[in-house]
């Protein structure tokens, strides 16, 4: 049972909230508050799953409650609804809320967006991690991006192109700008897919304000994860995913869909390295890749915590579905985004393609992809008959 929790000052707003979710009383343990002080009151004497609140409130407004949320309960999901957006709402709102619904608030998305939240949860068990996802305001990012993009931003040289160059070395930053630009605050109709989109969309001052806001730039790594190797990595992923869309005959959509996969694929791996290893060589273990040895370790593998913060921050659940099937390599048939992530993973993974060469162009991404192709298949092939036998 979901323990959800509304906070509103429209007593109205509330009411209309409690009769649309009777539908949902058998799958949610439902609780409404007027005030960000009972809200806290109530958190803190109680379990509570998800905290869905109002920005606009007098006395304590929807980010600074959801701030207090996120240090009393780090692993409650906390959703903000606001009617305007403002820059600085924004702003404040992202560093403390996992997802953004505009308002007046369809309650229906809302039940569907609260719905595939308590989907994403049920994937990770541990407590802990919860706590270290749901905590998290930001990524860690590279200090070298930081200052290449503050160095652009000030150039008279600089475009959006150029930027959206530097930040998508940086799974951090690409991660930041998709999800805010995406957020309800911004009321688009169709979905930002691009780096160079999101800049253009909210303008160089919020940008800078969000690459400001980075606190973890400068010395916030733990020294156990390398940052700029996932980086590396990340790109290299991205752009054989992409590739593998469009040989497959994907639609730019479906591409662009690949290429965001593929650049926050390996997010989990971060996540990780903010945990506490009781035993063994932490900077061993995520650096080898093994995710059966983070099971052992951790519980749980990079993919299946990536794909769960993923789905907190509210991506593309087909990213999601993409991310968390690298978990299980032997799965059901999979989409199209899900399949080039796999045959762009297993590509790199494999060292068909190291991480430390050079980009590679289209023909060798082409033949790599198609001899990965070939060993999956034959990997599966190899299952299946192993399977029947023993059926």
């Not at 509570?48 to 920005?55: A, L, R």
């Not at 949320?69 to 305007?84: H, N």
């Not at 569907?112 to 989907?119: D, F, G, K, N, V």
Request: glycine share 8%.
């Amino acid at each position: 049972m979901l323990t959800v929790l509304f906070v509103d000052d429209d007593s109205n707003v509330l009411q209309g909230t409690r009769r649309a979710t009777r539908s949902m009383r058998q799958f949610w343990n439902v609780h409404f508050v007027e005030h960000g002080s009972e809200a806290l009151e109530y958190i803190t004497e109680n379990r509570v799953d998800v905290v869905v609140s109002d920005m606009r409130m007098p006395g304590m407004d929807g980010a600074e409650l959801l701030a207090k949320v996120r240090t009393i309960s780090p692993s409650t999901v906390r959703i903000i609804l606001s009617g305007y957006a403002e820059e600085e709402a924004v702003l404040r709102s992202t560093r403390v809320a996992h997802q953004f619904l505009s308002k007046p608030c369809d309650l229906e998305d809302l039940k569907r967006t609260i719905e595939e939240l308590r989907a994403y949860r049920s994937t990770i068990d541990q407590e802990q991690i919860r706590e270290v996802v749901g905590g998290m305001q930001q990524l860690p990012a590279l200090g070298t991006v930081h200052a290449d993009l503050v160095a652009a931003m000030n150039s008279s040289q600089s475009s959006n192109d150029s930027l959206a160059e530097i930040v998508s070395r940086d799974v951090a930053l690409t991660a930041e700008l998709l999800r805010l630009v995406n957020s309800a605050f911004f009321g688009l109709n169709s979905r930002v897919e691009s780096v160079a989109q999101a800049i253009g969309f909210l303008g160089i001052d919020v940008v800078q304000a969000i690459v400001a806001g980075h606190s973890l730039f400068d010395g916030g790594s733990t020294g156990v994860v390398d940052v700029a190797e996932v980086a590396r990595r990340s790109q290299l992923v991205s752009a054989l995913a992409r590739r593998s869309t469009r040989n497959d005959g994907g639609s730019n959509s479906d591409a662009a869909t690949a290429y965001l996969a593929g650049m926050l694929h390996q997010v989990g791996v971060l996540v990780l390295g903010e945990l506490d290893c009781p035993d063994g060589d932490m900077k061993a273990i995520l650096a080898g890749e093994d995710i059966t040895t983070e099971r052992m370790v951790f519980g749980v593998d990079r993919y299946t915590v990536g794909a769960y913060l993923l789905g907190l921050w509210g991506f593309d659940n087909r990213i999601v579905q993409a991310v968390n099937g690298l978990s299980d390599r032997d799965g059901p048939e999979r989409e199209s985004v899900a399949r080039a992530l796999l045959i762009a993973e297993e590509s790199v993974r494999s060292g068909r393609i190291p991480v430390s060469s050079s980009p590679p162009g289209e023909e060798r991404m082409d033949e790599v992809l198609a001899e990965t192709t070939e060993a999956l298949s034959a990997e599966a092939r190899s299952h299946s008959m192993t399977a029947e036998v023993a059926r």
